[in-house]
């Protein structure tokens, strides 16, 4: 899976070059993580379309700073959209959690602009719990290393996953976790959300106790065209611990759009 940079930013991809006749889709991570967290997407869905990975400023390879607002890395991944060179006409945005939000922000500044989108574990208002912020405050490190614990499923054996979500948490420092924590504590676009006009598949988990079903239900409700997935027996990082059905749901979305 080739790793490229382009400028601050560093991305993966499923081969060095781009078939044209494939839409792009671009995979935005979510809070203190970093793009190794769409590996299995990223190593899947080449088959019906162009798929890129980007860190965000601040976490995994891209350079910093990270930001403190969704609308700032909002802008930061415009950026990347037009250095990257990523398709003007046939663009799908795909973000989970905070990258989520990240992907309903650029839908609602950019009308007409991308093609489609797919939000994973996310919502149009995304308030986080001062435990949180305590928890990272006073040990990052220990803060990253219960993250296994308490976003996958209680059905899910932890230990089969443990050692790859540690691989791309925390992958920043607490300065930049701080940030992404407080850009998701004052996002909210829930009176913007209607204007969106494109495709967007919703997926959301069974057990996601960080963003609840209910989340991805009120956005389905509220987007004129959009549908709604749910995957059972996950948790917030269900694209790790249910990939297959993830790769299943994006793959027949991005083939319905065709």
Same mark, same amino acid.
């Given at each position: 899976? /080739?790793?490229?940079?382009?400028?601050p930013?560093?991305?993966? $991809?499923?081969?060095?070059?781009?078939? #044209?006749s494939?839409p792009?889709?671009?995979?935005i991570?979510?809070?203190?993580?970093?793009?190794?967290?769409?590996t299995?997407?990223?190593?899947?869905?080449?088959d019906?379309s162009?798929?890129?990975?980007?860190?965000?400023?601040g976490h995994?390879?891209? &350079?910093?700073?990270?930001?403190n #607002?969704v #609308?700032?890395y909002?802008g930061?991944?415009?950026?990347f @959209?037009t &250095?990257?060179?990523l398709?003007?006409?046939n663009l799908?945005?795909?973000?989970m959690?905070?990258?989520?939000?990240?992907?309903?922000q650029? *839908?609602?500044?950019h009308?007409?602009?991308?093609?489609?989108?797919v939000?994973?574990? #996310?919502g149009?208002r *995304?308030?986080?719990l001062p435990?949180?912020?305590?928890?990272?405050?006073? =040990?990052?490190?220990?803060f990253?290393?219960?993250? /296994?614990?308490?976003?996958?499923s209680?059905m899910t054996d932890?230990?089969l996953f443990e050692?790859? @979500?540690?691989?791309?948490?925390?992958?920043? =420092?607490?300065? $930049?976790?701080l940030?992404?924590?407080?850009?998701?504590?004052?996002? =909210?676009v829930? $009176?913007?959300?209607p204007?969106?006009?494109? /495709?967007? *598949?919703?997926i959301?988990?069974?057990?996601?106790?960080?963003t609840?079903?209910?989340y991805g239900?009120?956005?389905?409700?509220? %987007? /004129?065209?959009?549908? *709604?997935?749910?995957i059972?027996?996950?948790g917030?990082?269900?694209?790790?611990?249910k990939?297959?059905?993830?790769?299943?749901?994006?793959?027949?979305?991005?083939t319905? %759009?065709?």
């Amino acid at each position: 899976m /080739p790793i490229l940079k382009k400028g601050p930013f560093e991305y993966s $991809t499923c081969n060095g070059t781009f078939n #044209t006749s494939k839409p792009d889709i671009l995979f935005i991570h979510g809070a203190a993580l970093s793009k190794e967290l769409w590996t299995a997407q990223i190593q899947s869905l080449g088959d019906v379309s162009n798929p890129v990975a980007v860190d965000l400023p601040g976490h995994g390879g891209s &350079e910093g700073p990270g930001k403190n #607002t969704v #609308t700032g890395y909002a802008g930061d991944v415009f950026r990347f @959209i037009t &250095e990257a060179n990523l398709s003007q006409d046939n663009l799908i945005l795909c973000g989970m959690s905070m990258g989520g939000a990240v992907v309903q922000q650029l *839908l609602i500044d950019h009308p007409g602009r991308f093609k489609a989108a797919v939000l994973i574990n #996310t919502g149009a208002r *995304l308030k986080v719990l001062p435990a949180v912020f305590d928890a990272v405050n006073q =040990d990052f490190k220990a803060f990253i290393r219960s993250m /296994p614990a308490f976003s996958l499923s209680p059905m899910t054996d932890t230990a089969l996953f443990e050692s790859l @979500i540690l691989s791309f948490a925390g992958r920043c =420092d607490a300065e $930049t976790a701080l940030g992404d924590f407080e850009a998701c504590n004052s996002f =909210d676009v829930m $009176t913007a959300i209607p204007a969106v006009s494109c /495709p967007v *598949l919703v997926i959301t988990a069974e057990h996601d106790v960080s963003t609840p079903p209910k989340y991805g239900a009120w956005l389905k409700d509220h %987007l /004129p065209q959009s549908s *709604l997935i749910q995957i059972s027996k996950a948790g917030h990082l269900s694209m790790v611990e249910k990939a297959d059905e993830i790769n299943e749901a994006i793959r027949s979305f991005v083939t319905r %759009l065709q």
